[in-house]
Each structure stands twice: as structure tokens, then as C-alpha cells.
């Protein structure tokens, strides 16, 4: 699936067929420390590549984060320095972009969000302190057994539209955390409030130091923390995490910045095109098949998850 | 059709506002760098040869051996294309902390004390992380 996308990209990105066979060349290599590309090469590879993933991304219903980092760590001579501080603002800009519509139409709460987000940006800051202090390979293993986890989490996971809340818990209730949304398609009013409200929060500091160590977003674990523990409606959930997305990333993202991880050359292309990607994914929603979209992207995660362990294994 | 129950609170909207215009204004200002960066209108501090090079190595080594600047560092530096480009991803990156400062003070002005400490405490997060003053160096 990669190669194919990477073909694809290439295939767009030149019409020199030569130019494309140094760049097929080249991802075999993986890693490979030196180019022969002219530089214009590999950001016209990227911007096309992030295209692509921006769709995908959408249509299986995962922050493109959670594809760049894998599959450009793992396909891109890049080391993975950089494409965790480009995979943070990649992630970073998308929900930045996501926020004011979902803020407007009460889908993101920041009675919701704001609690969780000082949980996990602070995480985030230890996280990507982590990250950057421990050795490369060991940061890849890592990477790559959460990645292949992601995935059997996205198998798994069976996501509640509306979970019922009986009763709300205490601090729940001090910190106010309920509202309202209207529900287009019914026009019906749909109230929601939280429970394990604790136990949720507590989640969160995990997530944060993930999504800062491995510069992805955490939208494959917010989802199902907010929905299936705390019990928030699913479009609640989901609109909410990819607010949440735009503080903890700010927190993990200065973190690479400061420390010179950002390249961008590499960066600013990736950025342009998974928002582009994002936004073309948004109108094919409606005709796509979601579900065979889902399945090709836990496969490859798990491809991706595979070759990234592999790779910090040294094979 | 939307009644007041799902009216987004007014502290909710002007932060969406903000994003909003930041968010754009902040995206094309980085499209327009990047277009003066790689047209080479500026000149990069680090040439395009040897970044191609260096992106395939630890970061450390692309610090010392080019002698790039960590932290804000690159504010001395904005008269080279690459350089330049950091300004667009700053305001991006600290959009979230303009954002949060108008919520304080609506939550302070609505007397809710456990979100204006929220809300402070969040800004002072992000703004440590944003000074660079925790944490020394990469691996």
C-alpha cells in the first residue's frame, strides 16, 4: 500500500520517468544517508505523498499524524528527529484548521477539552523530553509496538454513539463538563455529561507523554478515552479530540522546535499537503466506503508498525 | 433550528474566532515564505545540499556541524530563506496561547475560578514550552 501511494506520488510529483526510478531506488534504501535527487525532488515527493495520506487519513477516520510519522519515518530518508518534529506540526495544523468549526457548533467543548488538555500537554513535554533523550532504535522499537497497537486498537474498538450516563460524577459535576449539540440529520438536541470523569483524566497523562515521545497525534486514544470511558457522545469525542489535538501538539511541537527539529524544507511541504489532502478527503466522504478504507489503513499501520520495529532492531 | 441549549458559549466562539483568523492568516504566511525560501529569493543559512544531506542524521549532527541555533535562536537569523520560515511555524505554534488569554478573562468575569486556573496554568505550560528554558539538548 505504501509503495503504491509512493509510486503514486512520484508518478504525480515528475514527469521525468528517470527521476522516478532514482526515487523507487532510493525507498528501497529506506534510510539511505545520502540523495542523489536534486533537493527540489524530495519536497514535490512529499507534498504529493502528504496529499494522499490527507485523504486516507479522513476517509479512515485517523489524524494524518498517526500515518506520516510511521510511513515517512519508515519510507524517507529522513531521520526520525525530523519527522517526529514534522509529524507534531502536521498534526498540529490539522486540528488547528479542524477547531473553529467544531468550537462553533458545540461538537468540541472546552469544558470538555480545557481539563484534559492541561493533563496532556504537560505529559507531552515529558514525552518529547523522552523521546529526544533516549537512543534512536529505541524510540523506533517503541514507536513501532505503539503503532502496531494503534492498529489493533482501531480493529478492536467498538466506539458507542451515545452512551448512556446515568448519573454524573462528582467531579464531573464541579467542573461543569456537559452540554449540548443539535443533531443535523434528526434536528434532535442531543444532551450529554460525563462519568469516571478520574479515571479519565488520569488516562491522559499517559496519552500526552505518547503523543509528545512519538510526535503523533493522539486522536486513536482520545476517541476512545472521552466516548467509551467518560462516556461523551461520539461526535462529542471525536470533535473534542481534534480540538485537543491543537493544545497538546502546541505543548510536544515548541519542544522539537527548541531543539532544532524542525527542518523546512521537509516540514512546510508536508504541512500544505495533508491539509490539502484533508480538505478533498472531506468531500469524498460522502462517497467512499469507510469501511474498506479502515481495513486498509490497520494494514498499513501494522505494516508501518512492522517495518518501524524491524528498522530499531536494526534489521 | 439551533436553540440556546446548543448555542456554543460565548467564550467558546471568540476562541474559535481567534483560531480561526490566526489559523489562515498563519497557513498563508507560511505557503509565502516557503515560496521565497525555495524560489531562493533569500538565501538559506544551510544550503539546500546540505540539508538533504543532514535530515538523514541525528539532529545533534545538524546542529554542531552547521552551527544552526536551538531555541529562538533563529529570531537572529530571519534574513535567510530557511530561517524565515520559522516565523510562520511560531505563530502557528503559538496560536494556542493567544487564544487562551481572552477565555481567562471570561472565565474570571464569569467568577468560575476552577477554569480560570485552568486556563492560566495552560498558558503557562504552553509558554514554558514555548521559551525553551526546560530541557538541554537532543541525543
Known amino acids: 500500500m505504501a509503495s503504491i501511494l509512493l509510486l503514486a506520488a512520484v508518478v504525480w510529483a515528475s514527469n521525468e520517468t528517470g527521476l522516478a526510478e532514482q526515487v523507487t531506488a532510493q525507498m528501497a534504501q529506506a534510510t539511505g544517508n545520502t540523495s542523489e535527487l536534486p533537493w527540489w525532488a524530495w519536497p514535490a515527493i512529499l507534498i504529493v505523498f502528504c496529499f494522499i495520506l490527507g485523504i486516507i487519513a479522513v476517509l479512515a477516520g485517523v489524524g494524518g499524524g498517526v500515518l506520516f510519522v510511521p510511513l515517512v519515518s519508515g519510507f524517507f530518508p529522513f531521520h526520525l528527529d525530523f519527522v517526529r518534529g514534522a509529524g507534531l506540526l502536521v498534526a498540529l495544523a490539522g486540528a488547528l484548521a479542524a477547531g473553529p468549526g467544531l468550537l462553533k457548533r458545540n461538537l468540541a467543548s472546552l469544558r470538555l477539552a480545557l481539563p484534559v488538555a492541561l493533563i496532556a500537554s504537560s505529559c507531552a513535554i515529558v514525552g518529547a523530553f523522552l523521546g529526544l533523550a533516549l537512543p534512536a532504535d529505541v524510540v523506533q522499537i517503541c514507536l513501532g509496538a505503539t503503532i502496531i497497537g494503534i492498529a489493533i486498537l482501531l480493529l478492536l474498538s467498538k466506539n458507542t454513539a451515545r452512551p448512556v450516563v446515568t448519573k454524573q460524577d462528582a467531579l464531573g459535576m464541579a467542573l461543569g463538563i456537559q452540554g449540548a449539540y443539535l443533531e443535523p440529520a434528526t434536528g434532535e438536541i442531543v444532551e450529554w455529561k460525563t462519568h469516571r470523569t478520574l479515571p479519565g483524566l488520569l488516562l491522559f497523562i499517559v496519552i500526552g507523554i505518547m503523543a509528545g515521545m512519538f510526535g503523533l497525534g493522539a486522536g486513536w486514544a482520545n476517541v476512545p478515552v472521552l466516548n467509551l470511558l467518560m462516556g461523551a457522545p461520539l461526535k462529542v469525542a471525536v470533535g473534542t479530540s481534534k480540538f485537543l489535538l491543537s493544545i497538546t501538539d502546541t505543548s510536544a511541537a515548541w519542544v522539537y522546535l527548541n531543539q532544532g527539529c524542525v527542518i523546512p524544507l521537509m516540514a512546510i511541504p508536508s504541512i500544505i499537503g495533508l491539509m490539502a489532502g484533508s480538505f478533498v478527503g472531506v468531500r469524498l466522504l460522502a462517497?467512499?466506503?469507510?469501511?474498506?478504507?479502515?481495513?486498509?489503513?490497520?494494514?498499513?499501520?501494522?505494516?508501518?508498525?512492522?517495518?518501524?520495529?524491524?528498522?530499531?532492531?536494526g534489521f | 433550528m439551533n436553540t440556546e441549549k446548543t448555542n456554543a458559549p460565548a467564550e467558546q466562539i471568540t476562541y474559535a474566532n481567534i483560531l480561526f483568523y490566526g489559523c489562515w492568516g498563519g497557513l498563508a504566511l507560511i505557503i509565502v515564505i516557503y515560496l521565497i525560501y525555495i524560489t531562493g529569493i533569500l538565501d538559506p543559512y544551510v544550503s539546500m545540499a546540505k540539508v538533504t544531506h543532514y535530515w538523514a542524521l541525528p539532529v545533534q549532527n545538524y546542529l554542531t556541524d552547521n552551527n544552526v541555533p536551538t531555541g529562538w535562536g533563529w529570531l537572529t537569523l530571519l534574513n535567510k530563506g530557511d530561517f524565515l520560515n520559522f516565523l510562520g511555524i511560531a505563530l502557528l505554534a503559538g496560536l494556542t496561547i493567544i487564544c487562551y488569554l481572552p477565555i481567562i478573562f471570561a472565565y474570571l468575569k464569569k467568577n468560575d475560578r476552577a477554569y480560570t486556573i485552568i486556563a492560566l496554568l495552560e498558558v503557562i505550560v504552553l509558554c514554558v514550552a514555548a521559551s525553551g528554558i526546560v530541557g538541554t539538548g537532543g541525543h
Open chain 1, 287 to 313: 462517497k467512499a466506503k469507510p469501511t474498506f478504507i479502515r481495513y486498509m489503513v490497520i494494514g498499513v499501520l501494522i505494516f508501518a508498525g512492522g517495518k518501524a520495529l524491524l528498522k530499531g532492531l
